[in-house]
């Protein structure tokens, strides 16, 4: 697609241009310029219903082997999905959406999905040397991951040099709060933090009618 952009317009035109999709589609397309926000309709939507399935599952899994609240975990009685991890997911999507518009939405999600990525990397290149052992049924040369996490790097840091704006520290800061609620809650598990969370456990037990997956019912 960037191809395409660059081969119908000039770098002066892309700059300038709104809807740069749109005004490819104008350029090239006319008169059925028209398909291109449908199909930027389509690919957003089916893109979100993705996130949908598997941002909540991967929370259900982390909740599942203790890095996240065990209530997390619990699936529905009904529909047999993780109701609450999705819910969790659906909250976290309007805190983000609160505070700016939609570029302000597009840095948060590039700026935090490229730093996970990265880290993702780090730490599959960290293993490859120190368990050297474990059994891989699909190992990758060396020189893939780390081209992914130098892009890594540039995607996160190159945004903040040329343009620094308060939402990557406000995005920093909503990602480190995770780890107070995370040290009181899962880690240590103080007294009254248990106290707080077993009955809102069970309040959200019977509120949604979920109950603990197979494995710790096992």
Partial sequence: MNISYFTVMTPTELLQSPAVAVT???RV????????PLFVAFSTLGAANGCCFTAGRIIYVAGREGHMLKVLSYISVRRLTPAPAI???GLIAMIYIIPGDINTLVNYFSFAT???YGMTIIGLVVMRFTKKNQERPIKV??????LVILLSVFLVLAPIISKPAWEYLYCVLFILSGLIFYFLFVYCK???AQKIS???TMYLQMLMEIVPPEKDLD
């Fill in 190 to 192: 103080f007294g009254w």
């Fill in 141 to 146: 040369p060396i020189f893939i991951p780390v």
């Fill in 29 to 36: 397309l006319y008169p059925a310029s028209w398909v291109v």
């Fill in 198 to 200: 077993k009955p809102v």
């Fill in 24 to 26: 490819f589609g104008d």
């Fill in 87 to 89: 819910i969790f997911f």
């Fill in 114 to 116: 490229w730093l996970f």
